[in-house]
């Protein structure tokens, strides 16, 4: 009898063991998740402040194209987009899966509560919204900044690299298109040709020069600007068709606004007159009708940048 106590005594001993030790093992399980989810909450610093974000959060509403096109390319999931305006090539967020979050420049505020997602992702076009925003979630600027254009898009890239785990994808991805675009700007400069840009719009005509939102073309792609003192605006400098004759460029590029807002009057019948068919860009086949998706709805993502380079080298060829 008493050997039978003693044997039952030890069993017990050992399951309080095995309890304490479980415990033990539960609370420093705990602990250690604790600290990971600490390492996984990182600040970005951005043009509107400061903000606290979770790695890999889950719901995110992006209202910046260039940063859409840079999640697409990296394979990251998005809850909401404003659904207007969208790039063709981006058409897949039409989708109804996706939820529509209204327009560039008027959010829907309600859906994006109703959402209560973990991020939003803005850029220029609602950047005075942006304290509306951050009532909802956690709200980064992603803008470009065009005086420094590559720096910026390589900034906004790593953001996202950081934030979703995508490091790795980010590097490759940045490292193929600065190559594209030393290429193209090699090509560029020795061809020693000058150029115009210019933005189309019902007919109106606005000149963009180095330092603008398509100053890219001038400042890493290296086509020398016919007219350096265009100033540096979002909505470029308004301008005559006599200008671009007096300028006479070598080439002249061509955004066509009313060709993705859904306007009446394309760029070519507007601009191919009998003025610019006295140009040399016209007489020399060098008038260069760039695609809006990338350069006027979504610049600044990892497709639509390296997709501008290959139509400026397109064109210099």
């Known amino acids: 009898m008493k050997k039978l106590y003693m044997v039952f005594l030890a069993a017990l001993l050992a399951v309080i063991v095995a309890a304490c030790g479980s415990n033990e093992g539960s609370t420093t399980a705990d602990n250690e998740k604790k600290e990971t989810k600490k390492e996984e909450t990182i600040t970005v610093q951005h043009e509107l402040g400061e903000t606290k974000v979770d790695k890999n959060p889950d719901k995110v509403v992006v209202f910046d194209f260039g940063t859409l096109d840079s999640m697409d390319k990296l394979g990251i999931n998005v809850t909401g987009v404003p659904q207007d305006s969208m790039p063709s090539y981006l058409s897949k967020y039409e989708d109804k899966k996706y939820e529509n979050v209204g327009g560039l420049k008027e959010p829907d505020f309600e859906k994006i509560s109703e959402i209560n997602p973990d991020l939003i992702i803005i850029s220029g076009r609602q950047a005075d919204q942006y304290d509306e925003f951050t009532k909802i979630a956690p709200t980064i600027h992603m803008g470009l900044d065009t005086e420094n254009y590559m720096t910026s898009f390589k900034k906004n890239a790593q953001t996202l690299g950081e934030i979703f785990g995508k490091e790795a994808e980010v590097e490759k991805e940045v490292a193929a298109v600065e190559k594209t675009m030393a290429t193209v700007k090699e090509e560029a400069q020795a061809s ?101 998706n990338y350069w006027y709805l979504s610049g600044g993502g990892l497709l639509s940048v390296a997709e501008m380079a290959k139509e400026i080298e397109k064109a210099v060829q």
């Open 192 to 292: 020693k040709k000058n150029g115009l840009i210019v933005l189309v719009n019902e007919g109106k005509v606005s000149a963009y020069g180095p330092g603008s939102r398509f100053g890219i073309i001038h400042d890493e792609l290296g086509i020398t600007p016919v007219d350096a003192g265009i100033e540096a605006s979002t909505h470029g400098q308004g301008v005559s068709f006599e200008y671009i004759v007096e300028k006479n460029p070598d080439y002249l590029f061509v955004v066509d606004r009313s060709a993705v807002v859904g306007g009446e009057s394309p760029a070519k019948q507007a601009l191919e007159n009998e003025l610019i068919k006295k140009t040399k860009a016209y007489k020399e086949g060098n008038i260069v009708y760039l695609d809006p």
